[in-house]
């Protein structure tokens, strides 16, 4: 979510410049750039050149000359001229003398740097070092450009033909462009924060004030986006919502090669300041940069890291150093993007591919005086500020808390309490921008479109008080035919701490009604811990695996519901609470009881019972643990900021005889892990493993089938049907029934080929192993299955997205429960990917 309305609202504006002197260093041998050198202006004002050796320089005062210098090179000094804008520099190389540096005999001393820099990142990091901090963030974020860099010329635009070039229009966009930015900007937000980190614990934001642009409400998703890592001592550096090796991780010397560029005087001494690039090129850049480091205690001062291609991205982080504490603390950190040279692919904001712009297509008939377009100018930069820094006083971080709290009432603040936090008073230009945005926004109804944007991502429909849920609306499947239903839950503006969740249902086939409503309290916001009790009257698939931590109902976006005919009727009564015991474990406790009525013909017969009707009282424990995953608490309700993997979910069922007329005493135990490795352009490796045991005699409604996609129908080919998602595509409806089994499946997608601009197959190879087995199968009457204590095989391979998301699958069946015939083995089904795209 947070991706898709980030790339709608931002990337398209991307890129940069100014009144000002620019230039590029090279060397004068072989003409390459030099990244990074040091350039000194006659006003003693300091900067760097780019990964291309490239730089730029604003100044209010003249400049006269620049100093240029560079480890391994001469040093030299340029006179600037009053009108020159550009100037290129080459150096000469020379033998290296570093003085200033101990180092090792015949090894790069850059090396040595980096080794103890590593070896002290538990001193420095101040995750690791300090008991506890406290300090206040102030972001803000703009998507502008510079108007003095904009050329308010008016172009010509010309036509050729037959070989003569006529004039055909004026062009005043750049005229117009640059008026309009000079007013305002185009878009702002910012945002004031409080971080708490207390040792053990999670480091935790609570979103103080926000305000966006256009919006009464902010995009919550769109304010949790890491733009850029907070620490730069972790394992992975995050950019633009991408994870990179860091230069400075543990395994970081097979990853980069260093050189050392130079020294700074710093607030406790000095700084070595040390340029590191990646050893191999990958088919996504990696991040290259620089890293100014303390020599005495080697923790960073500065850190700069870089990416150039089809954008451009620029990190930069300061330290201040804290005296008192002895300890470097970050103090600001500011990230720029814009519109790159090259088409070097970049990945962006998590996304397994790379972020591409695109061009308009050139007419050769028409020539433009013109030589940048506004795209070429905009680019988008975030900054961020902290204050009221408190270090190693009490604090108590509550392991339950989310990563992200969002206050209430955090978009009402006025401008009083912004002005306590803001580094900087808020321009005209600035007001202008709000005030033009907030104006367009309000004609265009953009709240009521974001509002809308989101819901549907999750699969609902929004009113005013009630989401509609589209996966409620129609289904369908062998027993009820055609399920047509309305249903969904009341939101916040109908209430936050009150939920009515409901929905009614009707088979074509079955003429018959289904029923669900549970109303339920918020008891505490900080949890996420609600209250509540359901009446139920519907279907359930037999022998399926059930979670109530996960959201077990009907979906057309799975196929394998239109084959299904085995299910059995629950009228239930029960009462339930949720509970976050961490933000990313969630708890569940419910206790039922009620009637269970298989919809064919079913007995179940033992010793001492003979029933195809029963009663269960049952109490369940549901746990869904996603470790890696981090979530916000939002005035709209708890939502996911970062859905990594892995992902468990665990659940215990208990059955009571006699209590409440129950008829069976069991225990059921049911387990699933899911877990993706993303690679780089979209290829991806997935793994689901999931099983269950029962303990004591259980009926049908409680086994499991092992999720079954095949019919054994003829002719052959009314077997092409839909692939599931997850399921045994070659074993049988009801095949195999089991009181005990476990199940793994593996994918691995292949990098999409690329035919054209639409047609981008993916092939995906699929494996699929199952085995269980059932104590007492005379027990179960009405179905004829077997057990699975020999172990069941499959493996396919799919072809995906082939037209407008369509694909065609073939599996094959092998191992014990091979049938004699291979035509029986063999399943070949059609595939369908929904991809939204914004």
Do not use: C
């Amino acid at each position: 979510m947070k991706k898709l309305l980030f790339l709608f609202l931002f990337i398209p504006f991307l890129s940069i410049s100014q009144n000002q002197i620019q230039g590029i260093v090279t060397d004068s041998k072989n003409n390459q750039p030099l990244p990074f050198a040091t350039i000194t202006t006659s006003s003693n004002f300091g900067t760097l050149t780019d990964v291309e050796g490239k730089f730029l320089i604003k100044s209010t005062k003249s400049v006269t000359q620049l100093s240029i210098s560079y480890v391994g090179y001469e040093s030299v000094i340029v006179p600037i001229s009053k009108n020159e804008k550009f100037i290129k520099i080459a150096l000469n190389p020379k033998t290296e003398s570093l003085r200033e540096v101990q180092i090792i005999a015949r090894e790069n001393p850059a090396l040595q740097i980096i080794r103890n820099t590593i070896k002290n990142k538990s001193k420095n990091n101040i995750e690791k070092s300090l008991n506890s901090f406290k300090f206040n963030t102030y972001t803000k974020i703009l998507v502008t450009a510079n108007p003095d860099s904009i050329n308010e010329n008016i172009d010509s635009v010309f036509v050729l033909k037959g070989g003569e070039k006529r004039f055909k229009k004026l062009d005043s966009s750049n005229f117009k462009f640059k008026k309009e930015i000079d007013k305002s900007h185009l878009y702002i937000s910012e945002k004031i924060s409080e971080y708490q980190f207390q040792e053990g614990k999670n480091k935790t934001e609570v979103v103080l004030a926000s305000r966006m642009a256009g919006l009464k409400q902010p995009i919550y998703e769109f304010l949790a986006i890491t733009f850029q890592d907070f620490s730069f001592y972790n394992e992975f550096y995050v950019i633009a919502g991408t994870k990179y090796v860091n230069p400075i991780a543990d395994n970081a010397l097979k990853h980069y090669n260093y050189k050392i560029l130079d020294t700074v005087k710093t607030a406790s001494g000095n700084s070595i300041l040390i340029y590191f690039k990646p050893k191999e090129f990958k088919e996504t850049l990696g991040i290259e940069g620089v890293l100014y480091i303390d020599n005495q205690s080697f923790a960073l001062t500065k850190a700069i890291a870089e990416l150039k291609g089809a954008v451009n991205v620029k990190a930069t982080q300061n330290y201040s150093y804290l005296k008192s504490n002895t300890i470097w603390f970050p103090q600001d950190m500011n990230i720029v993007l814009k519109k790159g040279d090259n088409k070097e692919p970049v990945s962006l904001f998590g996304f397994g591919g790379s972020v591409k712009f695109g061009e308009s297509k050139k007419n050769d008939s028409i020539i433009s005086t013109k030589t940048e377009s506004e795209g070429d100018l905009v680019y988008f930069i975030s900054e961020a500020f902290n204050s009221n820094i408190e270090i190693n006083k009490p604090l108590k971080v509550k392991n339950t808390a989310p990563t992200i709290q969002f206050n209430d009432d955090a978009y009402k603040k006025q401008d009083d309490f912004w002005n306590k936090y803001r580094t900087d008073s808020v321009s005209l230009r600035d007001e202008n921008t709000y005030k033009i945005i907030d104006s367009v926004a309000k004609i265009e109804k953009v709240d009521k479109k974001v509002n809308f944007a989101r819901n549907l991502l999750k699969g609902a429909f929004p009113t005013k008080y009630f989401n509609i849920s589209l996966g409620k609306v129609i289904n369908f499947n062998n027993y009820e035919g055609i399920r047509l239903g309305f249903g969904g839950e009341t939101n916040s503006n109908f209430s936050s701490t009150f939920k009515l969740e409901s929905y009614l249902a009707y088979g074509s086939k079955d003429e018959d009604f289904k029923y669900h409503i549970a109303p339920s309290f918020r008891l505490n916001k900080n949890t996420n811990t609600w209250i509540g009790a359901a009446y139920s009257n519907d279907l359930i698939e037999a022998g399926s695996l059930n979670f109530i931590a996960k959201n077990a109902s009907f979906s057309p976006l799975n196929p394998r519901n239109v084959n299904i005919d085995k299910f059995y009727n629950y009228h239930t009564v029960s009462a339930f609470l949720k509970h976050d015991l961490r933000s990313n474990l969630e708890a569940v406790l419910q206790l039922s009881t009620g009637d269970y009525k298989p919809t064919f013909d079913y007995q179940f017969i033992s010793s001492n019972k003979n029933l195809s009707e029963y009663m269960l009282t049952t109490a369940i424990f549901g746990f869904q643990y996603n470790p890696n995953s981090d979530y916000m608490n939002s005035p709209i309700g708890k939502l996911t900021i970062k859905n990594e993997f892995p992902q468990y979910t665990f659940q215990l069922t208990r059955s009571f005889e006699n209590v409440l007329n129950s008829d069976f005493n069991f225990t059921q135990l049911n387990f699933r892990a899911v877990h993706e490795i993303k690679r780089f352009l979209k290829a991806k490796t997935s793994f689901l493993m999931e099983g269950g045991i029962v303990f004591g005699d259980a009926p049908i409604s409680h086994l499991f089938n092992s999720t079954p996609n095949y019919t054994y129908k003829n002719p052959w080919i009314k077997r092409v049907t839909l692939a599931g998602t997850m399921s045994f595509e070659t074993m049988g409806y009801n095949e195999f029934i089991s009181d005990k089994f476990a199940a793994i499946h593996l994918k691995h997608e292949l990098k999409p080929f690329e035919f054209g601009k639409k047609f981008k197959p993916q092939l995906v190879f699929v494996t699929r192993a199952a085995i269980g087995d059932i104590q007492d199968p005379q027990y179960q009457n009405g179905l004829v299955f077997k057990s699975l204590k020999k172990g069941y095989f499959e493996s396919g391979l799919e072809l995906t997205n082939m037209f407008k998301g369509f694909g065609l699958s073939a599996f094959y069946r092998y191992g014990a429960y091979k049938n004699p015939e291979w035509s029986d083995n063999l399943a070949v089904k059609i595939t369908y990917n929904i991809k939204l795209r914004f």
